[in-house]
C-alpha cells in the first residue's frame, strides 16, 4: 500500500491508538484518530481523587502484555503501580483460604484432584490444542491456527489443528470433554469476576487466549503489572507521542464508502479518505455508516456485557485491608452481587475502593443498573466495608464477543475474509478479546498484514 494512504481510524482507546502507532513506525504518517469522548483510553480510565488516580476501567497487566510494552517503550514509560494483593470471603462475608489445604482439611482430596486437572489442562493445551493460544480467532472454527504467537519474539505460526474446534464451546463444556472440570475453580478469578461472562456462556476460545495458561498462572501468582497513574496514563502518554494526535469530541454521523474514496462527516463536515480502520463497537457501526448487507448481518450477532463498576468512600474504620474476590457470587444464580472489590492503594484509606459486578447471562433477565447497584452495596455492608458515598459509576460495553453457535459457524473467517472489502478494516475488543493487549497485538497484526 502506498505510505501516502489517508487513514482514518475510528476511536482513541488501545486498539484505535495502537494502530496509530504501528501504522507509523511503518511509515504511514497520514493516519487520523477520531475519538468521540473528551479524553483517550476508552475503558481504560482512571480519574483523579485525592492527588491521585484510581481505576474505574482496566487495572493491569502481566509480563506476556508484549504490545502493552511496545507502547511503554515507545513512550518511555513502565508500569510502576502499587503491588497487587487480595484475599477471600465468603457470600457471609467471612474471610476464607479457599486454596489453604492447611485450612481445609477436609477438602485435601478436591485440591490434590484440582491440583492435578490444571497440569493436564497446561498439558493438552501445548499438545492436544497446539495453536489455542495466537492472537485473534482465524482459522480456530475450522480446525486451523494462524497469527502470531504469545512469545517474546510474536513471529508468525500457523497450521492445522482439528481439535481446535473444540475452542467453540462454552468453557465449562470443553472442561468436561477433556476431564479438567476442576480448573474452572482456578480460571473463574480472572474471568468471571473481571466481567468476562460465565464459563456455561463464554466459548472457551475467548477463555483460553486471554487466560492462556502461562497468563492464568501469572494471575494465580500475582506476578501483575499496574501503573501509578492509571492504565489511562499509558494511552495518554502514546497519544502525546503520536505525530497525530487524537481528535478529541469527534461526533461522526455519516460515512460513506464509494468509488475506492471514504467521506467521513465528522462534527457537521465530510472529510476525506482512502481507508477506514474501525476500532469502535461494531455492532453500533450501522448507526452511522453505509453498512453492507454483509456488515450488518454479521455485526448484529455480537452480544456483550454488562460490567458495572463503582468507586465508593468508606469511613476509615470501614476500609478494607486489602482486596477481596467472592468466589460465591461469580455464579449465574448470583447474578447481580458483588464479584471483587479493589482497594488499589495500601498506604492510605483515604482512596475510593472499586467494585464489580455483572446483570445479564445468556438465558436470564438483564438485572436493572439500579437494583444491582443497590445489591452491591448491601453486599459490601454484609462484607463489614460498607460504603459511606458513591463517587463514581459506570456500567461499560464490555467484552463484545459471539456464542458458540456462531463462533462454530465461523463468525470470525467471515468477518477476516471481509478485512479491506469495502476499504474497511476490523479491529478492537471483538477481533481478539476485551483486554488491553490482545486488542493492541490485533491493531499490530492487522497492520503487518493489510498495511
Ligand atoms: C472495569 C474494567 C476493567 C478492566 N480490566 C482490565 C485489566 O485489568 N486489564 C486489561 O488488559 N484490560 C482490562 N479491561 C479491558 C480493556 O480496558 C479493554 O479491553 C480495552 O480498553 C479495549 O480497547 P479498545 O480500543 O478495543 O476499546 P475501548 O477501550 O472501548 O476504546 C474504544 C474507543 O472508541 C471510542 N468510540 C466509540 N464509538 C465511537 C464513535 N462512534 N466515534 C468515535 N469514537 C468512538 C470510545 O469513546 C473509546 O475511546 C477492563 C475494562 C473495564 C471496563
Given at each position: 500500500m502506498n505510505k501516502d494512504t489517508k487513514i482514518c481510524i475510528i476511536g482513541g482507546g488501545p486498539a484505535g491508538l495502537s494502530a496509530g502507532m504501528y501504522l507509523e513506525q511503518k511509515g504511514y504518517d497520514n493516519y487520523t484518530i477520531l475519538e468521540r469522548n473528551d479524553h483517550v483510553g476508552g475503558k481504560c480510565h482512571s480519574p483523579h481523587y485525592n492527588g491521585r488516580r484510581y481505576e474505574m476501567g482496566a487495572i493491569m497487566g502481566v509480563p506476556s502484555y508484549y504490545a502493552v510494552h511496545d507502547v511503554e517503550e515507545f513512550c518511555g514509560i513502565t508500569h510502576d503501580g502499587p503491588k497487587l494483593n487480595r484475599n477471600y470471603k465468603d457470600k457471609t462475608g467471612k474471610v476464607i483460604e479457599p486454596f489453604n489445604p492447611k485450612k481445609n482439611v477436609l477438602k485435601i482430596p478436591h485440591l490434590m484432584e484440582m491440583r492435578k486437572q490444571v497440569k493436564k489442562l497446561g498439558e493438552i493445551l501445548e499438545t492436544k490444542y497446539k495453536g489455542y493460544d495466537v492472537n485473534g480467532h482465524r482459522g480456530v472454527a475450522e480446525g486451523r491456527y494462524d497469527g502470531f504467537a504469545?512469545?517474546?519474539?510474536r513471529e508468525p505460526v500457523s497450521g492445522t489443528n482439528a481439535n481446535l474446534k473444540d475452542l467453540a464451546l462454552p468453557f465449562k463444556e470443553f472442561c468436561e470433554l477433556n476431564g479438567v472440570e476442576l480448573t474452572q475453580e482456578i480460571w473463574i478469578g480472572p474471568f468471571t469476576s473481571f466481567g468476562y461472562g460465565y464459563f456455561d456462556e463464554i466459548p472457551a476460545a475467548y477463555v483460553l487466549k486471554y487466560l492462556d495458561f502461562q497468563t492464568c498462572m501469572n494471575f494465580v501468582n500475582i506476578n501483575l503489572w499496574t501503573w501509578q497513574n492509571g492504565t489511562q496514563f499509558i494511552w495518554e502518554s502514546l497519544n502525546d507521542k503520536l505525530k497525530n494526535h487524537a481528535r478529541l469530541n469527534s461526533n461522526i454521523t455519516n460515512i460513506e464508502r464509494k468509488d475506492g474514496k471514504v467521506y467521513v462527516t465528522v462534527n457537521g463536515e465530510v472529510e476525506e479518505y482512502d481507508k477506514l480502520i474501525v476500532t469502535a463497537p461494531l455492532q453500533y457501526f450501522p448507526d452511522y455508516a453505509d453498512a453492507r448487507e454483509d456488515e450488518k448481518e454479521f455485526f448484529s450477532k455480537i452480544e456483550y456485557e454488562r460490567y458495572d463498576v463503582l468507586a465508593v468512600e468508606t469511613k476509615p474504620e470501614d476500609h478494607p485491608d486489602i482486596s477481596y474476590y467472592v468466589f460465591d457470587n461469580m455464579t449465574p444464580e448470583r447474578l447481580g452481587h458483588l464479584m471483587v472489590y479493589y482497594r488499589r492503594w495500601r498506604d492510605t484509606k483515604d482512596q475510593v475502593i472499586t467494585t464489580y459486578a455483572l446483570r445479564k447471562h445468556k438465558d436470564q433477565a438483564e438485572i436493572p443498573y439500579e437494583v444491582c447497584k443497590k445489591t452491591v452495596l448491601d453486599d459490601l455492608k454484609t462484607m463489614k466495608n460498607p460504603a459511606s458515598n458513591v463517587v463514581n459509576e459506570q456500567s461499560w460495553y464490555y467484552f463484545p464477543h459471539v456464542f458458540t453457535e456462531d463462533y462454530a459457524a465461523g463468525w470470525y473467517d467471515k468477518v477476516e475474509a471481509m478485512q479491506?472489502?469495502?476499504?474497511t478494516y476490523y479491529a478492537g475488543e471483538i477481533m481478539s478479546f476485551g483486554d488491553m493487549d490482545e486488542t493492541a497485538e490485533y491493531s499490530r497484526e492487522l497492520v503487518e498484514r493489510f498495511f
Amino acid at each position: 500500500m502506498n505510505k501516502d494512504t489517508k487513514i482514518c481510524i475510528i476511536g482513541g482507546g488501545p486498539a484505535g491508538l495502537s494502530a496509530g502507532m504501528y501504522l507509523e513506525q511503518k511509515g504511514y504518517d497520514n493516519y487520523t484518530i477520531l475519538e468521540r469522548n473528551d479524553h483517550v483510553g476508552g475503558k481504560c480510565h482512571s480519574p483523579h481523587y485525592n492527588g491521585r488516580r484510581y481505576e474505574m476501567g482496566a487495572i493491569m497487566g502481566v509480563p506476556s502484555y508484549y504490545a502493552v510494552h511496545d507502547v511503554e517503550e515507545f513512550c518511555g514509560i513502565t508500569h510502576d503501580g502499587p503491588k497487587l494483593n487480595r484475599n477471600y470471603k465468603d457470600k457471609t462475608g467471612k474471610v476464607i483460604e479457599p486454596f489453604n489445604p492447611k485450612k481445609n482439611v477436609l477438602k485435601i482430596p478436591h485440591l490434590m484432584e484440582m491440583r492435578k486437572q490444571v497440569k493436564k489442562l497446561g498439558e493438552i493445551l501445548e499438545t492436544k490444542y497446539k495453536g489455542y493460544d495466537v492472537n485473534g480467532h482465524r482459522g480456530v472454527a475450522e480446525g486451523r491456527y494462524d497469527g502470531f504467537a504469545v512469545t517474546p519474539g510474536r513471529e508468525p505460526v500457523s497450521g492445522t489443528n482439528a481439535n481446535l474446534k473444540d475452542l467453540a464451546l462454552p468453557f465449562k463444556e470443553f472442561c468436561e470433554l477433556n476431564g479438567v472440570e476442576l480448573t474452572q475453580e482456578i480460571w473463574i478469578g480472572p474471568f468471571t469476576s473481571f466481567g468476562y461472562g460465565y464459563f456455561d456462556e463464554i466459548p472457551a476460545a475467548y477463555v483460553l487466549k486471554y487466560l492462556d495458561f502461562q497468563t492464568c498462572m501469572n494471575f494465580v501468582n500475582i506476578n501483575l503489572w499496574t501503573w501509578q497513574n492509571g492504565t489511562q496514563f499509558i494511552w495518554e502518554s502514546l497519544n502525546d507521542k503520536l505525530k497525530n494526535h487524537a481528535r478529541l469530541n469527534s461526533n461522526i454521523t455519516n460515512i460513506e464508502r464509494k468509488d475506492g474514496k471514504v467521506y467521513v462527516t465528522v462534527n457537521g463536515e465530510v472529510e476525506e479518505y482512502d481507508k477506514l480502520i474501525v476500532t469502535a463497537p461494531l455492532q453500533y457501526f450501522p448507526d452511522y455508516a453505509d453498512a453492507r448487507e454483509d456488515e450488518k448481518e454479521f455485526f448484529s450477532k455480537i452480544e456483550y456485557e454488562r460490567y458495572d463498576v463503582l468507586a465508593v468512600e468508606t469511613k476509615p474504620e470501614d476500609h478494607p485491608d486489602i482486596s477481596y474476590y467472592v468466589f460465591d457470587n461469580m455464579t449465574p444464580e448470583r447474578l447481580g452481587h458483588l464479584m471483587v472489590y479493589y482497594r488499589r492503594w495500601r498506604d492510605t484509606k483515604d482512596q475510593v475502593i472499586t467494585t464489580y459486578a455483572l446483570r445479564k447471562h445468556k438465558d436470564q433477565a438483564e438485572i436493572p443498573y439500579e437494583v444491582c447497584k443497590k445489591t452491591v452495596l448491601d453486599d459490601l455492608k454484609t462484607m463489614k466495608n460498607p460504603a459511606s458515598n458513591v463517587v463514581n459509576e459506570q456500567s461499560w460495553y464490555y467484552f463484545p464477543h459471539v456464542f458458540t453457535e456462531d463462533y462454530a459457524a465461523g463468525w470470525y473467517d467471515k468477518v477476516e475474509a471481509m478485512q479491506g472489502k469495502y476499504d474497511t478494516y476490523y479491529a478492537g475488543e471483538i477481533m481478539s478479546f476485551g483486554d488491553m493487549d490482545e486488542t493492541a497485538e490485533y491493531s499490530r497484526e492487522l497492520v503487518e498484514r493489510f498495511f
